[in-house]
C-alpha cells in the first residue's frame, strides 16, 4: 500500500537547512521531559534505574524517528503506515513503562507521542490517534488512584498536535509553491523554444528561398549573361550575409524587424523569381505598432508566393489596420489551410497582437493572406 505523503516526506536529506537539522530543533522540545525525570529521581534501588533508563529510550526514539523516518521514507519512497504504527505503539509501551517510577508525570509522554503521529501519519490517521491519546490521558487522570485531575495534559496533547499541524501545513504549501514554481518554469523554457523555432524558421525560410532562387537564375545567366549573372552572386552572398545576421540577433534574443526593409527584400525576391511585384511604396499611415507584425506578414506572404505559387504578378495592399498579400497563381491547396510552420506561426503572432489572420483566395484567382488588426 502506498504512504500518503507526510511532513517529512517533503524534506529532502541532501539539502542543507531545516530538514537536515530538524531533529536538532525537535530535541529542543525534550526539556519538557524534565517532570517525569524529576519524579522518577524521588525513587530509590530499581525502580529508579528501571525509570530513567525506560526515559532514556523514550528520547531516544523520539530523536531517533526523525533519521529514522526520513531515511527509510524518501530512500525506500515511503514508510508503510504499519510501521509508522508500530513505531508509535512502542513509544506508547515506553510511556506504560515508566508509570511505576514517574507516575502521573509519564503522561507527559503522550504529547510527543501526538506530535509525531501529526508529523508522520496521514491527517485522519493522526486526528484519530491524537484523539485517543487525549481521551485516554483525561480517562486516566480521573480514574487512576492518587492522581489529580488538572486538564493540562489534556490540553498539551491538543495544542502539541496543533502545532504540528500548522507546521505540516506551512511546509506542505512550501513544497507544492516550489512544485508549481518548477511547472512555471518548464513552461517557460517550453514557450521560449517555440518562439525561437518559430523565429528561426521564418528567418531562415525567407533568406533561404530568395538565395536559391537567385542561385537558380545566376546559374542560368552565367553563358548568357555573365556580369547580370556576376550581380545575382553578389546578392546572393549578400542575402547570405543578412540571414547571419539575423540569426545572431535572434540567438542574442532580440530582433525587431522593419517594414520598410522587408517590402526591399520582397520586391528583389520577387524580381528574382521573374514575378512582377506591386508593392507600396509608403506605410506612413500604417501605426508604428503594427509595422513589426506587417513585416512578418509580407516576410511569409512573398515566401510563399516565390515557393508556391507559380504565380506571374504579387500585390501587397497596406493601410492602418490591415495588409493583404495577393497573387495570381494556383491558389490554396484544397484542404490545406493554414497549416504551415510559417503560417502557424504568423498566426500565433497575430494572435498575441489581437489580430485577425485570413487564408483563402483572391478574387480572380490565385492566394490571399491578410492580417486585421483589431475589429
Not at 32 to 40: C, R, V
Not at 148 to 172: C, E, K, N
Not at 320 to 342: F, Y
Amino acid at each position: 500500500m502506498k504512504t500518503p505523503p507526510t511532513l517529512l516526506d517533503g524534506l529532502d536529506r541532501d539539502r542543507p537547512g531545516p530538514g537536515r537539522w530538524g531533529w536538532l530543533a525537535a530535541g529542543v522540545w525534550l526539556f519538557y521531559l524534565s517532570q517525569p525525570f524529576e519524579e522518577i529521581l524521588q525513587h530509590h534501588g530499581a525502580t529508579r534505574v528501571m525509570g530513567l533508563v525506560v526515559l532514556f529510550l523514550f528520547a531516544l526514539s523520539y530523536i531517533g524517528f526523525f533519521g529514522w523516518i526520513r531515511w527509510v521514507g524518501l530512500g525506500a519512497g515511503g514508510l508503510p503506515t504499519w510501521q509508522r504504527l508500530a513505531y508509535l505503539a512502542g513509544m506508547l509501551a515506553l510511556c506504560f513503562l515508566m508509570l511505576p517510577s514517574a507516575g502521573q508525570k509519564a503522561l507527559t509522554c503522550l504529547v510527543y507521542i501526538a506530535a509525531i503521529a501529526m508529523m508522520a501519519l496521514d491527517v485522519r490517521i493522526a486526528v484519530v490517534i491524537v484523539a485517543l491519546l487525549l481521551g485516554g490521558a483525561e480517562l486516566s487522570m480521573r480514574l487512576v488512584p492518587g492522581w489529580t485531575d488538572d486538564g493540562s495534559y489534556g490540553f498539551a496533547i491538543f495544542l502539541g498536535a496543533l502545532a504540528v499541524f500548522g507546521l505540516r501545513r506551512a511546509v506542505q504549501r512550501s513544497i507544492e509553491l516550489n512544485a508549481t514554481r518548477q511547472d512555471m518554469a518548464k513552461l517557460a523554457v517550453q514557450e521560449e523554444r517555440n518562439r525561437f523555432a518559430r523565429d528561426l524558421h521564418d528567418i531562415l525560410g525567407h533568406s533561404l528561398t530568395v538565395i536559391t532562387v537567385k542561385a537558380e537564375l545566376a546559374g542560368k545567366l552565367i553563358e548568357a549573361n555573365p556580369g547580370r549573372a556576376a550581380a545575382e552572386v553578389a546578392d546572393v552572398e549578400s542575402l547570405a550575409r543578412a540571414a547571419l545576421a539575423d540569426v545572431r540577433a535572434a540567438v542574442a534574443g532580440y530582433r525587431e524587424l522593419s517594414l520598410a526593409g522587408e517590402l526591399v527584400s520582397a520586391r528583389a525576391a520577387l524580381q528574382a523569381a521573374e514575378i512582377k511585384p506591386d508593392l507600396p511604396t509608403t506605410m506612413d499611415e500604417v501605426p508604428e505598432e503594427n509595422r513589426e507584425l506587417f513585416a512578418w506578414v509580407v516576410r511569409e506572404g512573398v515566401t510563399n508566393v516565390v515557393r508556391h505559387s507559380g504565380a506571374k504578378r504579387c500585390t501587397i495592399r497596406i493601410n492602418a489596420t490591415q495588409i493583404e498579400v495577393l497573387d495570381d497563381g494556383k491558389g490554396p491547396t484544397p484542404g490545406g489551410g493554414a497549416s504551415g510552420h510559417g503560417l502557424v506561426g504568423l498566426r500565433e503572432r497575430a494572435d498575441q497582437a489581437d489580430a485577425s489572420l485570413q487564408v483563402g483566395q483572391a478574387p480572380g484567382g490565385g492566394f490571399r493572406l491578410a492580417v486585421r488588426v483589431g475589429p
